[in-house]
């Protein structure tokens, strides 16, 4: 049974479900379906797709994370950057509008449900970190800029293509002579009322007396109010007569049963796109996830989140969804109304279920401007500029792969720009490790201790040379590391005896391997000693399987005071008998 949860986690909190922790679930479950009816909808209208489509891909995907997730807050369903993917790739495959459109969101969902599922079988979630934390928000920086720019066109009620800023703005400037004034005036006031929803509306129903909760989901239902009073003045004034664009007829009823295309060419097509996809919404949910699991002290397992996701995914592609991952705002919503357990996701799913079967024929005059404000709003807070000042001070390297991923995104489109998020951050770990820092180091007196020469007042000697390795030596940094000795040993010719300190070496490689063998060898010739102290267990276990130390010119020191000592005293004893043959000679 026990091993049976660990790929169904619902059956261990399932076990001590109560009463407490139902009331707990249901109240964050009618917040949270208030926040993604509008939420939901908007994002399929991102995602170039019917608005149904984002309240079916809300529905499957919530109830099957909340089997097999590991986080007891984590929502998942559209989310601004995945749906701005969707469309970007979709729309290289099939025309917005068509049969073949939708088939293949199906498609590309499917293909990252099944891409994350393998990578959570053969417990491969590592993979994730070939992405660092500069460069993915810079692609989220970028992307919310994009998303907002690209809702523009829908404020302003004029038709304007491109999916990237140097196409989407001369395409906006362009069209600008054709604003409809009505629907700019519903775009302006919904979007300037979201951002005070977001800041004020709390606060001020906390002024007026309200409760803590009560004011908290009247702070959620913010955007709900924004589309119940765009929708009537649409409806009573019909506007939708004199030019406002609408959302139009929606289908009424549970998610239908799909099947995505399985057609050779459309899978080749979106494989690349479905695995990115993929990699950014896993980076995207288990940061939120461990995040808020840490507050509660409780554990989340990334390779089950992975099956969990692509289970989530699976389901939105098999009713009529389209790719989901984890949300920040929703989940945090989730977590801030006392979810206690997944199952207040599967509440959520009753809840848009009940919204799909009854409410979609209200939403007939929902204007597309107020949609688009609530797009805006979301996607402006996942714009972070300051991350440039951020590592401008802290490292240029950072610093350089931020501007290049923001750049490179918002000219040429979110999948140049995250495949060349992944190429610098794979690029600034080798370009880091392969200059590793080395650090000579001498006896601080008085200790047993070993510092930076260049740092700490230390004690010395000319026949000793001990350099601090602070890197895992591999073939990226092999050939460094042996210039870098060769050049000390040719600056200091009194050297007899050089020490590589390995206490922050966890690898050696066989490339490393043989460098350190060229080294030996040449400081052999030389009449120099090569030794090593401080070397961890599982790198002298795999050098032991060589024939390294049999050859070693010198010896392997337990600690780095071992070495010091016995080389120096074997230095002076040197010395001192140097100096007596001299004497009697």
Avoid at 70 to 95: D, F, H, K, N
Avoid at 253 to 277: F, Y
Avoid at 426 to 439: D, E, I, N, Q
Avoid at 540 to 553: A, E, I, P, S, V
């Amino acid at each position: 049974m026990d091993r049976l949860a660990r790929y169904l986690p619902a059956l261990n909190w399932g076990r001590a479900y109560d009463r407490h922790a139902l009331t707990s679930d249901a109240v964050a479950a009618v917040i949270v379906t208030i926040m993604l009816i509008p939420q939901s909808l908007a994002y399929a209208m991102l995602a170039g797709l019917p608005p149904e489509a984002g309240i079916y891909a809300s529905i499957a995907p919530l109830v099957l994370y909340a089997i097999f997730g590991t986080s007891r807050t984590l929502a998942v369903g559209p989310v601004a950057v995945v749906s701005l993917m969707t469309a970007t790739a979709v729309g290289q495959v099939a025309q917005q509008g068509t049969a073949g459109y939708a088939a293949a969101a199906l498609t590309l969902a499917a293909l990252s449900g099944l891409f994350l599922l393998a990578l959570g079988v053969f417990r491969l979630g590592f993979l994730a970190n070939f992405l660092s934390h500069p460069v993915i928000a810079g692609f989220i920086t970028a992307s919310g800029i994009l998303i907002a720019t690209s809702q523009v066109k829908h404020i302003l009620g004029i038709e304007a293509g491109g999916h990237t800023l140097v196409e989407m703005i001369p395409a906006i400037l362009a069209h600008l002579g054709q604003t409809n004034p009505l629907t700019l005036v519903i775009g302006v006031l919904s979007t300037a009322f979201l951002f005070w929803v977001r800041r004020g509306l709390k606060p001020f129903l906390r002024r007026m007396g309200a409760g803590p909760l009560l004011a908290d989901i009247g702070a959620k239902s913010g955007p709900v109010a924004a589309v119940v009073v765009t929708t009537l003045s649409v409806w009573a004034f019909g506007l939708a007569d004199r030019g406002v664009a609408i959302v139009g007829a929606v289908p009424q009823g549970l998610p239908p049963l799909t099947m995505p295309a399985v057609m050779p060419d459309l899978i080749r097509q979106l494989v690349a796109p479905a695995i990115l996809i993929s990699i950014i919404g896993f980076v995207e949910s288990i940061s939120i996830a461990q995040t808020l699991a840490a507050k509660r002290r409780q554990r989340i397992d990334p390779d089950q989140e992975l099956i969990g996701l692509g289970m989530a995914n699976l389901g939105a592609g098999f009713t009529g969804g389209y790719p989901v991952t984890g949300g920040f705002a929703r989940s945090v919503v989730n977590f801030d109304a006392g979810a206690a357990t997944p199952a207040a996701g599967v509440l959520t799913a009753v809840g848009l279920a009940i919204a799909a079967l009854l409410l979609t024929p209200l939403i007939y005059f929902l204007p597309t401007a107020t949609l688009a404000a609530t797009i805006i709003v979301a996607v402006l807070s996942l714009v972070d500029f300051a991350i440039l000042a951020r590592t401008f001070r802290y490292s240029r390297a950072d610093f350089a792969a931020v501007v290049t991923t923001v750049v490179l995104t918002l000219a040429w489109g979110v999948e140049v720009g995250i495949a060349s998020g992944v190429i610098l951050s794979v690029g600034l770990h080798l370009y880091k490790t392969s200059r590793p820092h080395v650090a000579e180091v001498g006896l601080v007196p008085g200790t047993n201790h070993f510092r930076n020469v260049l740092r700490h007042d230390v004690a010395t000697d000319p026949a000793v040379l001990t350099l601090r390795v602070d890197e895992s030596l591999y073939f990226v940094n092999a050939r460094f590391l042996e210039d870098l000795i060769q050049d000390r040993i040719a600056e200091r010719p009194a050297v007899r005896h050089v020490v590589l300190m390995c206490s922050a070496m966890n690898e050696i490689d066989y490339s490393a391997l043989e460098s350190l063998e060229a080294v030996n060898h040449r400081l052999k010739e030389l009449g120099i000693g090569l030794h090593l102290s401080e070397v961890k267990g599982p790198v002298m276990d795999r050098l032991k399987k060589t024939h390294f130390l049999d050859h070693l010119n010198g010896e392997v020191f337990l600690s780095q005071f071992d070495a010091w000592t016995t080389l120096v005293r074997q230095d002076t004893e040197m010395t001192n008998l140097t100096g007596l043959r001299e004497a009697s000679g």
